[in-house]
């Protein structure tokens, strides 16, 4: 005998592990931003910062 569907759990668990691989993403993007940003900052030599290259504020 077949199992009675729970739509409501799958779709939750669904989009439940869909959100964890968008953070994911986000995170190495992210992780990513921060290692090219300090990797150009010792190629230009100096610690200065651009006026219009602060970071922005975290929002999370």
Known sequence: MARK???????R????L????????AEAKRQAREKARTENA??????????GDEPAPDKT
């Open 42 to 51: 010792g190629a230009e030599g100096a610690d200065t910062v651009a006026p």
């Open 13 to 16: 668990e669904r989009e439940r």
């Open 18 to 25: 869909k959100a964890i691989k968008v953070a994911e993403k």
């Open 5 to 11: 569907p729970n739509y409501d759990f799958e779709r």
